[in-house]
């Protein structure tokens, strides 16, 4: 656990309102981000944000037309902040992305490499989203994984189902922030 990094990722107001499905999904995270902390696990939060204007965007992609047509990520937004109950702490990573990875248009790579970081659990909405791509794009770049099943949330409970409990184990520990927790007190 010495070289790991809690993700969290894009527990965003307007994100959090369309997929909260009221099971307690805050306080779990939190949960994992305090066991963090009090672990020395550095916290990097993971933030979607689209510059006015929507340069970033092509025509051609049809996810990013479909954030656009919901009024959704723009940066300086009230709903695209982090939501308060979750929210970074002084010194605290804030990694701007544009695109479904954490790593797509960001510097977290950067980030991570800087803090000789080399393997990353992984929180935050969606799971069908930016765990999946964030996990893809990971796997390429050889860090290890954990997955936090109950600090991830989707809109889908069947997708997400499918995914922590079929896909993501082949590449990936899968575990309740409970479990993480132990393993992380007996490090």
């Known amino acids: 656990m010495a070289n790991s990094a809690l993700l969290v990722m894009d527990v965003q107001r307007d994100v959090l309102a369309l997929a909260d499905d009221g099971s307690g999904y805050l306080p779990r995270l939190r949960?994992?981000?305090d066991g963090a902390r009090a672990a020395g696990i550095p916290v990097i939060y993971v933030v979607m944000g689209l510059r006015p204007g929507d340069p970033e965007?092509?025509?051609?992609?049809?996810?990013?037309?479909?954030?656009?047509?919901?009024?959704?990520?723009?940066?300086?937004?009230?709903?695209t902040e982090i939501h308060d109950e979750v929210a970074p702490r002084q010194g605290d990573v804030?990694?701007?992305?544009?695109?479904?990875?954490?790593?797509?248009?960001?510097?977290?790579?950067?980030?991570?490499r800087a803090r000789d970081i080399d393997s990353l659990v992984l929180t935050g909405i969606a799971t069908s989203a930016v765990v999946l791509s964030t996990l893809w794009h990971a796997i390429d770049l050889d860090f290890g994984l954990t997955v936090l099943t109950d600090a991830c949330l989707d809109t889908d409970p069947e997708v997400h189902r499918m995914l922590t409990e079929k896909l993501f184990p082949q590449w990936a520990d899968v575990l309740t922030v409970e479990d993480w927790l132990k393993a992380v007190a007996q490090q």
């Not at 804030?94 to 991570?112: E, I, M, N, Q, Y």
Request: aromatic share 4%; glycine share 14%; no cysteine.
């Open 94 to 112: 804030v990694v701007t992305k544009r695109r479904g990875s954490a790593f797509s248009g960001s510097d977290l790579d950067l980030v991570l």
């Open 31 to 33: 949960g994992a981000i």
């Open 57 to 79: 965007v092509s025509p051609r992609s049809k996810v990013m037309a479909t954030i656009l047509r919901a009024g959704l990520f723009t940066e300086g937004a009230p709903g």
